[in-house]
């Protein structure tokens, strides 16, 4: 069975509910007929032989399992004869409009005012719907309601090419080393004025119970426009498998899908470039003999809201010659350019008229964080280790680069292109893009958590949203605090597909752009689509007159008491260590009369009995029994826990060929360094308000007040406290 008859056969059973009278399928087959039955369990067909008809029209077919024959008793509406595989509906007869030419087969797709079928004898012929009959012509009609995309065949994959210079890693390595190192001015690149969405939001059906969102991105115009992909996700290491993917065009300005369209089996949407009318998507290519192990494919198609399919344009093998089998991450920086990351820490930009790589950008990271574009891709902004490398992302040049004091997380342009946002560890920092002789204005953003932090938005000129896995936090960039909480709703987290290459969440003219799943009697029945306007229901009144200077608990010229209780061999070390960092801190140790105090411990936790599997099964599981040695270091004020930090000892991710995962936790001992690691912040916010006084649910229903869950960061990591 090919890609497409995987994703017609799936659609085969809720039809054969609706269209199909089952005491009209009784008489259908007969003794000796080669079929295919449909397993509820595993969801999937099988091929099978008909052994036996009753009275009732049940069927016992017999069927291989496991190499063994079985014989199993099946109703006719989960049977099916070998041509209607890949079908969307039963095989029936046929008539003209005279009633004198009679056909038997299968609907294999609607195609414009054509139907596709497919006879017994396995050849495929394409009717004109105007010329069946009437019967006929309301059952398509039915189909097509029913259906809606699903009854249009989806095209086939592109074949890929190799695209000129993709091995050659040196080829046009702009800007990798030494380009641009003084800061200069570049023109704002803002937003085109038609990206604007009305407020509101549409909910739709799903085809399978699986699916999920893969893109929403908005595109604004006349109808307020968001382009969306759902998509049935599959076990990527089990060969047989597909994504089954349809984009929507959905008109929050009409509340409805406006266009849908179907992509061939195994494709996923990364990208739209509205002014090209261009769609980037890739599917995998696995490497034989390699666990789990895939080699992406990208492809280029030519679509519009209007369109009934879409064009294909291009596809090309996107990896290097040992592969890359990370997620991948790409965008369209017009109709004929695609910036992708092809490698770890290494950028390409394709040239599609070319069919060749344009430029290579080499990038200096230790997040390997993903580039950011400007309002029309103008430019690209790189995060690199104490920088940010501004780059033109139709040639690949370094245009100039911002050197900052510390790691840089997270690099976001404004809307209006004039100025850029970069988060770091505990700070956040504001570029004025236009001035390269303006400072950059930095913001205390201790309780944000730079490591955890995955994306980061403008609301307006004052405010920024910064997304991390569960949670996004809205920071006043005024006052230098979070103001406020969101925390997503089940529905809004298994509604999308989590990647970092994948666009399902955004803020666009103050409005929040996200994804949510309906949910029907204990099932999941559907997706929605909603714009809201942030901040949300009270959020200003509630922060109305709030400073930062109110809730500094801890700041310089706090007096501190240090208990350190690491064990006789290792408290001196510890307590020198410490001191140095409240004294670096300008705190004062006072041991008597103090604000807060500060206790460092050593301690051994309750023994674990774990067994661990090695990727890829070249050895087998081990169990192992340790007991764990627990660093712990905290601050307190009374009975409240103000900043935390600890680890622990275990088995690590990586195990020499050499030893066991036992050997290489019996010979783990105190992490003493680790109170010299750990980074303690100038200044603690009371942890009630580190982020935010209040909390709002981001759910089916749009911006709903809610209660937030205590929390601290301790060195950029979430930890709920208890109550």
């Given amino acids: 069975m090919n890609q497409k008859n995987r994703f017609r056969a799936w659609l085969f059973i809720p039809l054969l509910l609706f269209l199909i009278p089952v005491v009209a399928e009784a008489g259908k087959f007969k003794v000796g007929d080669v079929v295919q039955v449909y397993d509820d369990w595993k969801k999937e067909w099988k091929n099978g032989t008909v052994v036996d008809v009753n009275r009732r029209g049940e069927l016992l077919i017999e069927t291989a399992s496991y190499g063994n024959l079985r014989r199993d008793v099946y109703q006719p509406k989960v049977v099916r004869f070998a041509y209607e595989d890949g079908a969307i509906g039963p095989a029936r007869t046929w008539t003209d409009t005279s009633g004198t030419f009679k056909i038997m087969a299968a609907p294999l797709g609607i195609v414009e005012d054509k139907i596709r079928l497919r006879r017994e004898d396995m050849s495929e012929i394409e009717v004109p719907i105007a010329k069946l009959g009437d019967a006929d012509q309301r059952y398509i009609d ?45 023109l704002p690149d803002p937003l085109p004025s038609y990206m604007v969405i009305p407020q509101g939001g549409v909910g739709f059906g799903k085809h399978y119970e699986e699916e999920q969102f893969g893109l929403i991105q908005p595109i604004g115009g006349p109808d307020g426009l968001v382009l969306v992909s759902a998509e049935y996700p599959v076990d990527p290491r089990k060969a047989d498998e597909f994504d089954r993917t349809r984009i929507a065009w959905i008109s929050l300005k009409e509340k409805k899908i406006s266009k849908e369209q179907a992509l061939p089996d195994g494709e996923m949407v990364l990208d739209y470039h509205p002014a090209s009318h261009r769609l980037l998507t890739y599917r995998y290519k696995r490497i034989s003999g390699s666990f789990g192990r895939r080699k992406s494919i990208l492809s280029i198609w030519e679509v519009l809201p209007t369109d009934e399919s879409m064009t294909p344009i291009v596809s090309w093998e996107a990896y290097p010659e040992d592969g890359y089998d990370k997620e991948p991450w790409a965008r369209l920086i017009n109709g004929n350019l695609v910036l992708h990351r092809f490698a770890d820490k290494q950028y390409v930009g394709w040239d599609i008229a070319n069919k060749s790589v344009a430029y290579r950008i080499f990038q200096d990271n230790m997040w390997s964080t993903p580039p950011t574009l400007s309002g029309t891709s103008k430019y690209g902004f790189l995060v690199e280790n104490k920088s940010v490398r501004i780059f033109d992302a139709v040639t690949g040049t370094t245009i100039t680069k911002l050197i900052t004091e510390n790691p840089v997380k997270l690099a976001t342009p404004s809307e209006d292109g004039s100025k850029l946002a970069t988060l770091e560890e505990n700070t956040l920092t504001i570029w004025n893009l236009t001035d390269p002789a303006a400072e950059p204005v930095t913001h205390p953003a201790e309780s944000i958590g730079g490591s955890m932090a995955k994306e980061m938005y403008w609301v307006n000129s004052d405010m920024l949203m910064i997304k991390n896995f569960m949670e996004m936090i809205l920071y006043d960039l005024n006052e230098g605090i979070a103001i406020w909480n969101y925390h997503l709703e089940h529905g809004t987290v298994t509604a999308v597909k989590e990647s970092e290459g994948r666009q399902t969440m955004g803020v666009l003219n103050g409005h929040l752009v996200y994804g949510a799943e309906l949910q029907a009697n204990g099932r999941r029945a559907g997706l929605a689509v909603g714009n809201v306007k942030l901040p949300g229901p009270d959020v200003r009144e509630k922060v109305e007159g709030v400073s930062r200077e109110d809730l500094v608990v801890v700041k310089p010229g706090s007096k501190i008491r240090l208990e350190v209780r690491c064990g006789d061999q290792h408290n001196p070390a510890v307590y020198n260590a410490l001191v140095a960092k409240i004294r670096e801190n300008g705190w004062e140790l006072n041991q008597e009369d103090y604000d807060a105090i500060m206790h460092a411990e050593i301690t051994r936790g309750e023994p674990v009995t774990r067994t661990y599997r090695f990727f890829g099964f070249s050895r087998a599981p081990e169990t192992v029994t340790y007991t764990p040695i627990i660093s712990k270091l905290d601050m307190t004020i009374g009975d409240a826990t103000i900043w935390l930090n600890q680890t622990s000892t275990g088995p690590g991710m990586f195990v020499g060929a050499d030893e066991t995962i036992q050997q290489q936790v019996d010979r783990q001992t105190e992490d003493v360094n680790f109170f010299t690691r750990s980074r303690l912040p100038a200044m603690i916010l009371d942890p009630k308000y580190g982020r935010g006084f209040g909390s709002t649910k981001v759910s089916t229903k749009g911006l709903e007040p809610s209660t937030m869950q205590k929390m601290i960061y301790s060195n950029g990591r979430p930890v709920y406290l208890k109550d």
Avoid: H, Q
């Fill in 142 to 186: 039915r189909m097509k309601a029913e259906m809606g995309i699903r009854a249009v065949p989806s095209p086939d994959p592109i074949p890929p090419i190799r695209f000129a210079g993709t091995d050659n890693e040196n080829l046009n390595a702009f800007g990798s080393v030494g380009y641009a190192e003084e800061r200069i001015a570049i």
